[in-house]
């Protein structure tokens, strides 16, 4: 994807009505508006008639207040906020499975302590590691990883949450 | 009162004061058409001939009159042919709900005889929508419906309703209709720095969009600009927003705009947009647009602001509201030169037509425009004549020109006529079309007999798509691909055959004659008007070109 300067990447905290189709509702008039969404996480609220939303954009200022306000229009939609990264805490969460051999067994163990990761599974010639972190962390811990032979990779998008 | 979910709907569209729908039958509404029946003496039903034409007639009745439109179909193919009015409605911010049914809940999802998924469909252009599923929860979400279709910047609600929410009976209890949402309103910072605005400016330009329609703004746009003394031009969906027959009216600005208001555009030092979306047929080229002066731009959404165009001072409200409040901090201001320059323009820069031979559909448009004083309810099709009709007809007061401006719907006139005839008895309506619009539409003529409105189907037959071929004329070198029709249709015998009187005009001197015959019927009736097929629309911006540069002749 051509990306300019001015583009940057941002979080957009929706809380909407737990209504039917609500996130179709939100994330068609992403599609319908060409507004690239680069993540999106969606879960109930402390309040059940309520969904948080969070959706990753990139794109420059102007965009970003056209995507806030066309959102903010949508009946459903309570409140929007743009969180900018550091003002908010920002996480993901990955699940990663690679493949293992007795001599890089104990190297993945070590990688994953540096990082605080969860061994979460271990089979005899892969094991499943979680970690939660920044993208940053995240892409870094992938990176360390690949070597030793990546079999799969499931992370979430971010959740955010302003300071 | 214990109801079925069908007579509560009938309870609900009283309690909001809707005397007329429009609509069209079918297995998953048949418990709605059995209550229509039922309250016949209070809800009247006008059955149009296809479901597109019921919702383009459900949008009439809302633009003609202000209030919510109402259109009712059945699921399946029902609903998706109004899927197209639907848009239409959206693309031009028209309070319609409409009423759609669906299979019994427990079929949903299933892929049943026709059930087809028209929330998910319309959701792109409903101003929002709903699925009924319990029957408790039917009343109140169409008092919902009307509320968010009128509030604010209005647009269309659809309410999908499953058959056997139709058939259960609940408990109803009358309400009054709630109350419209309540309305942004710009601080005081704000307006006093757009009343300073305005008294700093020598050449002030005021340009009217649809909003100020919605908004009932037309007696303070008035106000406003001889206040500020300022020259008014209008979009498409602000004719009739500020009276035509007024010296200060420059006509149209943009893609077909007049070459005053372009001259204006050049010339001005501020230009004060109430409204308006700044559509890219206005804007022409955004880069170029206004690019020397400052905008001051009024708008109940606030999405409106920067999105096109970047403004340099926004005011976030209603249009009429607004109005009213910078006219309190405005003292009279007065442009003498500037205005006299626009005056000089508009002796200049006439807009004119010619042709080999036969009918222009500027004598054709002045003459009906003479015949009726300016009073008529004109609706449009989409393509030339509906540029003429915006041209030539001086409209006075807003509600008087019905025409899809966003979508540019072919197809929506003459439904939209019916609807306005519906809502307006006692007024001429008349739909201006051209022979490509009528061919896709024409099914109508046989609502407009059945329910003998007196609609006049004043249509500009040139025998070609005519818009379509101007651009081919311009810009592909005359290769009029697919766009001449010579379909042989005889349109007085096709209005006949529906039971729709009929009249031909094919010279100059038959026009006033047949029209006065045509206005005088006060019965539906078509007057077939042969026209020129390469008169062109002008002026005309083309493609990229700035909107202050239009194009005088082709
Ligand atoms: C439903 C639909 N299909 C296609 C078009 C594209 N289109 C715009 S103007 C036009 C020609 C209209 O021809 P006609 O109704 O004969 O009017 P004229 O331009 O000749 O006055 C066409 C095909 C449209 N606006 N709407």
Redesign the interface.
Known sequence: MHEDENTKQYVLSILARNN??VL??IS??FS?RCYNILSIVACQTEDTDYSRILIVVSGDD?II??VD??V?????VENVTVLQRDKAVIREHLLLKVSRTAQTSEKLVELANVFHANILDVEPDSMILELTGDAGTINSFIELANPYGVLQILRTGAMAMGK | MLLTGAQIIMECLLEQKVDTVFGYPGGAVLNIYDALYEYRDRICHIRTAHEQGAAHAADGYARSTGKAGVCIATSGPGATNLVTGIATAYMDSVPVVAITGNVNVDLLGLDSFQEVDI??IT??VT??NF?VKHIEDLADTLRQAFQ?AQSGRPGPVLVDIPKDVTGQKYDYQKSEPLPLMPLPHPDEKHLQQAAEMLRGSARPFLYLGGGVVASGASAEAKVFAEKLDAPVSASLMAQGAFDAHSPRYMGMLGMHGTKTSAEALRNCDLFVAVGTRFSDRVLCNAGLFARNCPILQIDI???E???NIDVDLRLEGDARQVLQSLLALLPQQEHTSWMQQVAAWQKQYPLTQSAKAGVLPKDVIETLDALTDSNAIITTEVGQHQMWAAQFYKFRRPRQFLSSGGLGTMGYGLGAALGAQAANPGSTVVNIAGDGSLHMNCVELSTVANYQLPVVELLLNNSVLGMVRQWQKLFYGGRFSQTTLDTNTDFCKLAEAFGVKAYRIRTKEEIEPVLRKALAEHGPVLVDCWVDRDVNVLPMVPAGASAEDPMLEM
């Open positions: 039917p189709g179709l509702r068609g008039l319908r102007r207040r056209q306000k066309q903010s229009k949508l009946i459903d | 929330t998910g959701m792109p101003k929002h699925l968010i959404d606030a999405a602001f920067n999105k």
